[in-house]
C-alpha cells in the first residue's frame, strides 16, 4: 500500500516569487507520482507526473518536480508564481507497472499569491 | 473532445434523504472512478469500474452507498440514507487506453457538491 504526506497545508507567497510545495510518499514497491491542481469549483487537472527516466519532471504552467528515491520525496517548485497560480495541489501516488493499481492523493496545499 | 461531465453540480438535502449523482466519461474511456473529496482532505476513490464491471469497490460504504454503470458508458451514484458526513466533493473520473499497459490519466469532471443538513 502506498500513502502520501503534504506537509503544509497553506503556502502563502508573494506574487513573482519562488514557491515549493513539499510532498513525501511511502511504498513498498515503484511508484507512480503525480501532482494534480485544482481551481476553485473545479475538479483535479494533471500538473505533471513521473513515471521513470529523468527525475526532473517538467509540466504545464511553468511548475516542475524532483523525484528523490532516497529521500521518498516529489517535491513541485516553480521559480515565480502569478496570482493565476492560486489553488490547491494535491500529490498523489499509484502502484507502478499496473493501470488499474489506484491512486493516493494527498491532503492537500492551498496556495495563496499575494500581489 | 469533451471532457468528463457531472450532473448535478450542487446540491442540499436533508439527511436520510436519498440522492443520485450522474457522471458521464469521455468518450472511448473504459475505465470510470468515483471519489470523495472532504473538505480539507484530498480525494478517495469509491469506486473503480472496467466496462461495466467492478474493480475495486472497498472503500465504498455499501450499506447505503451504490454505483452502477450498466451499459459501460455513464454511471451513476447513490446515497441511501444520507448521513450528514456524506457532505463533500464527488468526483468522477475516466482513463482509457493510451497504448501502454501500466499507465492511464485519469481525466476529472467538475464533480458534485453535496452538503446533507
Known amino acids: 500500500a502506498q500513502s502520501v504526506t503534504q506537509l503544509d497545508s497553506q503556502v502563502p507567497v508573494f506574487e513573482e516569487a519562488p514557491v515549493e510545495l513539499r510532498c513525501n510518499y511511502s511504498s513498498s514497491v515503484s511508484v507512480y507520482l503525480f501532482w494534480y491542481v485544482q481551481y476553485p469549483n473545479q475538479g483535479l487537472q494533471l500538473l505533471l507526473k513521473?513515471?521513470?527516466?529523468?527525475?526532473l519532471v517538467k509540466g504545464i504552467n511553468g511548475f516542475e518536480a524532483e523525484f528523490n528515491k532516497s529521500q521518498t520525496s516529489f517535491h513541485l517548485r516553480k521559480p515565480s508564481v502569478h496570482i493565476s497560480d492560486t489553488a490547491e495541489y494535491f500529490c498523489?501516488?499509484?502502484?507502478?507497472?499496473?493501470?488499474?493499481?489506484?491512486?493516493?492523493f494527498g491532503s492537500g496545499t492551498r496556495l495563496s499569491i499575494r500581489p | 473532445e469533451a471532457g468528463v461531465a457531472q450532473s448535478p453540480r450542487y446540491k442540499i438535502i436533508e439527511k436520510r434523504q436519498s440522492v443520485a449523482f450522474w457522471c458521464n466519461p469521455i468518450?472511448?474511456?473504459?475505465?470510470l472512478y468515483w471519489y470523495q473529496q472532504i473538505l480539507g482532505q484530498g480525494p478517495k476513490l469509491l469506486i473503480q469500474f472496467q466496462n461495466n464491471g467492478v474493480v475495486d469497490d472497498s472503500q465504498l460504504p455499501k450499506d447505503r452507498f451504490s454505483a452502477e454503470r450498466l451499459k459501460g458508458v455513464d454511471s451513476t451514484l447513490k446515497i441511501q440514507p444520507a448521513k450528514l458526513e456524506d457532505s463533500a466533493v464527488y468526483l468522477c473520473a475516466s482513463s482509457g487506453t493510451s497504448g501502454s499497459i501500466s499507465y492511464n490519466e485519469q481525466f476529472f469532471g467538475p464533480g458534485t457538491r453535496l452538503t446533507v443538513l
Open positions: 513521473y513515471l521513470s527516466g529523468s527525475t
Open positions: 468518450s472511448g474511456h473504459a475505465t
Open positions: 498523489a501516488v499509484s502502484g507502478a507497472y499496473s493501470s488499474a493499481s489506484k491512486i493516493i
